[in-house]
């Protein structure tokens, strides 16, 4: 059984890998902020002996070290999973510094933690955000590659400062790049922004761009069974992922409507118009997954499914 730090640990994904990660038996040690995460999201577990949380922000190395000293004390680590960073893209793109912090510093200090102790293997959850605007089904290789959001540039970043790490301590990298992802626990994304604002009984809903935006969604389950199939499956050293639904995606009316069904509305749908949200948001983009596959995973609910999924879930969640 491994030792392994989850960073973001409090969040919608983090908390579900710590989860899966007591639940196969591994010790582990969550670290987070709070900025998005919550506590409630470590309810399960905090029952574990096998659990310990420290509160921290990753993004000043001196807290975190503190914070981890006596952990590391009784051992070094396997495996640092690390899944903290900003999850509002807008908000990012109107104040960069938010990404350099959160979502570039964290990973420049994770790594420098790393190589303080002697850590050697990396999981980092990146994101299809680094591909920007491309035509076609793009392969893990594509490039030369220009993200449209802060969040997306700082996560290339990311990727890159640990493919230099594997040149000097790591041993092990893989690197996910995630779809859209949903399900429990969402705090943030397009299903649960439209619950929020239902919540606020309007005349009508207010969505985003013309619903034609279209993009992959996997369920959370899903992208966690993905994620310790590559990290046990994938041959490479440095090892990069495209992870995601087979099919094209689901659009923006089709999420909206979804939403409407979950939670027992019927008013209409008010679309603010032009080809995307906001600025930093990917319109549309179809990404191959065809290395995943033929590694031999592949999920089994469409982009459609798991979002209908999510959307019954995080409604029950949000109290609809
Ligand atoms: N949800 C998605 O659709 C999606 C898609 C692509 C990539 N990802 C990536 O997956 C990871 C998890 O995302 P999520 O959806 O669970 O988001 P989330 O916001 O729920 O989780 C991120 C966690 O990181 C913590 N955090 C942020 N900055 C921190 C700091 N400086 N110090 C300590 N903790 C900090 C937050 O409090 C939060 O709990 C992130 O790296 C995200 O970029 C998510």
């Known amino acids: 059984m491994a030792r392994v730090i989850v960073t973001g640990a409090a969040g919608f994904i983090g908390s579900q890998l710590v989860d899966r990660l007591i639940q196969q038996g591994h010790t582990v040690v969550g670290i987070d902020n709070f900025v998005r995460g919550r506590e409630e999201n470590l309810a399960s577990a905090s029952t574990s002996e096998r659990f310990s949380f420290v509160r921290a922000d990753l993004a000043d190395i001196e807290a975190v070290t503190a914070g981890l000293a006596p952990v590391l004390a009784a051992g070094t680590f396997d495996w640092v999973w690390h899944f903290a960073a900003n999850s509002d893209i ?83 990298a893989v690197i996910f790049r995630f779809p ?49 199939f590559i990290q046990k499956t994938a041959p490479e050293r440095l090892a990069c992922y495209n992870i995601g639904p087979l099919d094209d995606g689901a659009t923006v009316g089709f999420i909206a409507a979804a939403v409407l069904r979950a939670a027992g509305s019927t008013i209409p749908l008010r679309y603010t118009g032009g080809d995307r949200g906001w600025v930093g948001d990917v319109p549309r983009f179809q990404y191959s997954t065809d290395k995943l596959g033929e590694l031999g995973w592949e999920p089994r609910l469409s982009s459609q499914a798991a979002v209908e999924k999510a959307c019954d879930e995080v409604a029950r969640e949000n109290g609809f």
Request: charged content about 20%; some cysteine.
């Open 180 to 228: 859209n992802v949903v399900g429990s626990r969402g705090t943030h994304g397009i299903i649960f922004d439209l619950l929020q604002k239902l919540k606020l009984r309007p005349p009508s809903l207010e969505v985003l761009g013309d619903g034609t935006q279209c993009k992959p969604y996997l369920h959370v389950s899903e992208l966690l069974d993905a994620l310790f």
């Open 90 to 172: 807008p908000s990012g793109v109107a104040d960069p510094s938010i990404d350099l912090r959160d979502t570039f510093l964290t990973t420049f200090n994770v790594l420098k933690l790393m190589r303080g102790h002697a850590i050697k293997a990396i999981a980092f959850a990146s994101t299809s955000a680094i591909y920007g605007v491309k035509p076609g089904r793009i392969r893990e290789d594509a490039g030369p590659l220009f993200p449209i959001s802060n969040y997306g540039a700082m996560k290339l970043a990311s990727e890159a400062i640990i493919g230099a790490a594997m040149e000097s301590f790591l041993d092990r």
